[in-house]
């Protein structure tokens, strides 16, 4: 299912946002050589990593197509390890080294507490799903499959799950595609057609309007502070009240972007299924850099926990970090 979803995205990079220039300034950090993070046993078309989360500069955990999840500890990777969700993991988020929460496409969710993950639970039907834990008693989920329909919005108190269908417009476009919460009562998801649900602690308003057509990815690191990232290459920046209108990352134009993660409001850096990474710093960006040799090296998701400390990993079985 996941493999399908990626191809959904693909096929929808052209849409666009309108949007005004901006001015790259530096080449941006560093990107370490990839390294194939998947065994040689694995067949090469079942290697994909599909999350990542950093809770430290030192500590990530990945998860795969296969259903495990992947450790990188002191700058070394741990071989994969099944978790027992049911299908593939999709998403995965670390607020600190001992707890995790990762959902699968099978619509269950894991736990790990720093050494061991729990039984799954269910969260919500088969889909693709992403997750934003900003605590080790939140999380907030949303799925949505390859074809038209209503998206899944969960979040997890500690304890148990709540979650609802949402309204659909019967497009693909209006499925959900990202969250991001800063706090337990600030939490921002969106989806293609430009669209955004914010979460105040209690419940889930629609926007009024369009953000920006395309709108595939947010990172959310304070309650005043979210960038999203459109797939024709722009940004948009939200303060906690308004969205400014969409600006071109420059240079990234063709980089189809997927994925975005700030350490800080100052601090994001964005990757896309074309393998070029760029750098946001105080309102500026990068001029973007190649993490992964494309075509066929999807960068699927970033991870940051410190300004120009990312790992980014691909639907290859490959990561690298700055």
Not at 45 to 62: F, I
Not at 159 to 188: I, N
């Amino acid at each position: 299912m996941r493999r399908a979803c990626l191809a959904v995205v693909l096929s929808l990079v052209l849409i666009a946002g309108c949007s005004t220039s901006t001015s790259a300034v530096s080449a941006g950090p560093s990107w370490s050589k990839p390294i194939q993070v998947e065994g040689t046993g694995v067949p090469s078309d079942y290697r994909s990593l599909y999350g990542v989360s950093c809770p430290s500069s030192t500590t990530c955990v990945a998860v795969d197509e296969n259903g495990s999840a992947l450790f990188w500890r002191a700058g070394k990777w741990s071989a994969p390890q099944p978790v027992g969700a049911g299908g593939t993991l999709s998403s995965i988020s670390c607020p600190t080294s001992t707890f995790c929460m990762a959902v699968s496409t099978g619509g269950n969710a894991v736990t790990y507490d720093g050494k061991s993950w729990s039984p799954p639970v269910s969260v919500g039907p088969a889909a693709t799903y992403e997750i934003s834990c900003p605590t080790v008693t939140f999380c907030a989920t949303v799925g949505a499959n390859g074809i038209p329909g209503p998206s899944t919005v969960g979040t997890f108190n500690g304890h148990s799950w709540s979650t609802f269908q949402t309204p659909s417009a019967g497009t693909v476009s209006d499925r959900l595609m990202d969250v991001s919460c800063a706090t337990e009562s600030f939490c921002v998801a969106v989806n293609l057609n430009g669209q955004t649900l914010i979460f105040d602690g209690t419940k889930w308003s629609a926007s009024r309007g369009v953000v920006a057509k395309g709108l595939i990815s947010v990172s959310c690191p304070s309650t005043s502070f979210c960038l999203g990232v459109v797939t024709s290459g722009s940004y948009v920046t939200f303060d906690g009240k308004s969205w400014l209108k969409p600006s071109v990352i420059p240079g990234f134009q063709t980089g189809f972007a997927r994925s975005v993660s700030c350490s800080s409001a100052t601090a994001c850096t964005t990757v896309g299924l074309s393998g070029l990474a760029a750098s946001w710093h105080q309102g500026h960006w990068s001029n973007p850099v190649r993490v992964f040799p494309g075509p066929g090296y999807a960068t699927v998701s970033v991870s940051c926990a410190k300004p120009n400390n990312c790992m980014a990993v691909n639907n290859k079985g490959g990561a690298s970090n700055s």
